[in-house]
């Protein structure tokens, strides 16, 4: 139990160790270290919640058509523009983005917008432009952010082909064997899988509803196709394929 949760932790561990050996070469380099890790775990401790409740807000009230169409793969200068909007007015720490840029993944967003919204995020926020201005001169700054928007433009594209959305993990939630469910806010009621499966599903209104959320050995197969052809990935059943 212990062990595992040591390999589970494994970079934490890795972390303290160095700070043991530290302590024993140089003590007061280790407590500046620490001084320092306090600082940022301070930080974090304030502005996760923040950051937390946004994902869970984002996750609810943002349909998931929306994200698609504003940040998805075909969203293009439109999808662009906004993310670069999105990264430039944000405020925090750029480790806060990760969080949110994994539930706008979740939603539908593509890689290059990610990546897009990541890197003005980091490097050509707002208040550090008006900073960079005054500091450096306006044309200093309107000519890096004219070259570091390129250069973020053109990294989003060979991010895109170089990672696919599986690369990245995703937490699946668990579902009971044999039950089909659909997470309505992805639904955008297209009506593919009534006409597929009228068994499992019924459009109402501009949703679709699981009239039975029971897989049968008749109908598994046919849930199975639905589930990679809904447009949204709305669809999700606890199946068990090829069982003997
Ligand atoms: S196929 Fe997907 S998006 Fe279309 S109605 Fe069914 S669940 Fe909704």
Not at 13 to 26: D, K, Q, R, T
Not at 42 to 57: A, G
Request: glycine fraction near 6%; aromatic fraction near 8%; hydrophobic fraction near 50%.
């Amino acid at each position: 139990m212990i062990i595992e949760k040591l390999k589970k932790n494994g970079f934490l561990v890795f972390v303290g160790a160095i700070y043991l050996v530290l302590i024993f070469i140089n003590t007061e380099k280790a407590m500046l270290s620490v001084n320092n890790s306090w600082y940022y775990i301070k930080e974090m401790l304030i502005i996760m919640p923040v950051v937390f409740l946004l994902t869970s807000l984002l996750e609810a009230w943002i349909p998931k058509k929306v994200i698609m169409s504003n940040l998805g793969e075909k969203s293009g200068f439109k999808g662009s523009l906004i993310s670069i909007l999105l990264g430039s007015i944000s405020a925090g720490p750029i480790y806060a983005a990760f969080p949110i840029c994994k539930t706008l993944i979740k939603k539908g967003a593509s890689i290059s917008n990610i990546v897009v919204i990541l890197s003005t995020w980091a490097v050509i926020k707002v208040p550090m432009l008006a900073n960079e201005a005054k500091f450096l001169s306006p044309k200093f700054m309107a000519t890096r952010w004219v070259l570091t928007t390129i250069a973020i433009l053109i990294m989003g594209y060979i991010v895109s082909s170089l990672v696919r959305k599986e690369d990245i993990p995703m937490e699946e939630e668990k579902i009971e064997e044999g039950a089909i469910i659909v997470k309505s806010e992805f639904c955008i009621g297209c009506g593919v899988c009534e006409k597929m499966v009228p068994e499992h599903f019924k459009i109402e209104g501009n949703k679709v509803v699981v009239i039975n959320d029971k897989v049968t050995e008749e109908t598994e197969e046919k849930v199975k196709n639905i589930q990679e052809k809904c447009p949204t990935k709305a669809i999700q059943a606890g199946l068990t394929y090829g069982r003997p």
